[in-house]
């Protein structure tokens, strides 16, 4: 057993060296270096995904918000007119509106409690030469 592993870190080692020797380092920091860009690049769509969705949502709240006292004078109409089961709809849809609002508040500021303050229009990662470019100048 002692003589096959001892060939095995033996041939291990060559392996590693010629690799070594064959890979460009230049070329291995670049192709890093495109990878990271390629991620900020996701990231940063990643964020303008959540604001456009934030801002739809901070819509939709305003929206429902308007369409409340209007519910609720309807509903207050047609209780005078008697119509008892109009006005419920009126009331339970008011009510649901205003929980809905409630609830998009709620997760709106503990959403902000927890955000850091980065954002992609303060960025200053900002792509630039490749790094073996730079050392080449």
Do not use: F, H
Not at 21 to 26: G, L, R, S
Not at 29 to 35: A, G, H, K, P, Q
Not at 53 to 70: F, G, V
Not at 111 to 132: D, H, L
């Amino acid at each position: 057993m002692g003589l096959i592993s001892r060939a095995s870190v033996v041939v291990t080692a060559k392996l590693s060296k010629a690799l070594d020797q064959a890979e460009d380092p230049a070329e291995t920091l670049d192709y890093s270096y495109e990878r990271q860009l390629e991620l900020l690049r996701n990231v940063k769509g990643g964020v303008a995904e959540v604001v456009t969705a934030k801002k739809r949502l901070q819509l939709q709240t305003s929206q429902l918000e308007q369409s409340i006292p209007t519910l609720e004078e309807q509903a207050r109409q047609a209780l005078a007119q008697g119509r008892e089961d109009l006005a419920g709809r009126r009331s339970s849809a008011s009510r649901s509106r205003r929980r809905s609002c409630r609830t998009w508040t709620r997760r709106s500021r503990s959403s902000r409690r927890s955000r850091r303050s980065w954002s992609p229009a303060s960025s200053s990662c900002r792509p630039r030469s490749t790094p073996s470019a730079r050392r080449r100048r």
